[in-house]
């Protein structure tokens, strides 16, 4: 998009996973989506690695 297309129209927001962004810029009247999404669930495995960092462990 030119820059001059984007002054003129304005941006597009594609909102991922923060509600309160989203329901800021629908009352400011921006066009925007929005998308449902979290971050997946870490496994034991890293849980174990980030624990063993935290000790001081390679």
């Not at 979290?38 to 496994?43: D, F, I, N, R, S």
Request: charged residues 30%; hydrophobic residues 40%.
């Amino acid at each position: 998009m030119s820059m001059t297309k984007l002054l003129k129209e304005g941006p597009k927001v594609v909102n991922i996973g923060v509600e309160q962004f989203y329901a800021d810029l629908k009352t400011q009247k921006a066009e925007a989506v929005s998308m449902e999404w979290k971050p997946p669930a870490a496994g034991e495995d890293l849980l174990a690695r980030l624990k063993k960092l935290r000790k001081g462990g390679n």
